[in-house]
């Protein structure tokens, strides 16, 4: 179980923190605790999706929290794709990042996307909407 899902929340976790490091943490850790459960655990892909978003999202809460958050540096992964992606991505706010991480590497439709965000559709779309028109700003 744990092969068949690791590479597909490596990348959404990766994605979302900046750091490779962090997201191999944060897979380990979401595994650990939905191990003893995995039997009355109805979805597992989406149990696990669910808790890497959280759990990306409790990290960024206390990094804030203690006023320091750390800024990866430019080659986080050492993977082109990956770091130039999250190049992009760090300005964004964190609920921003996470609807555009969600929609487009994972393919999630805005229904989805807010379930897993436990958030209206409505602002599915309008955090999407800031934060692409964010993104075309920087890109030209």
Known sequence: MYHQYRSQLLGLATLLSGS???AEE??????AAAIPRWD???NHEW???RSVVNRVRSLGRRATRAKHVPRPHDGVTGEPLIDETWRLLRG???RQRTVLVLRIHLDLPDEE???LMNCPEPTVRSL???????LRKELT
């Open 47 to 49: 149990y696990l999706k």
């Open 92 to 94: 964004l706010p964190a």
């Open 113 to 115: 996307i807010a379930r």
């Open 40 to 42: 009355v655990i109805d």
């Open 20 to 22: 490779r490091a962090v």
């Open 128 to 134: 999407a909407f800031r934060a692409l028109a964010t």
């Open 26 to 31: 944060v897979v380990q850790d979401v595994f």
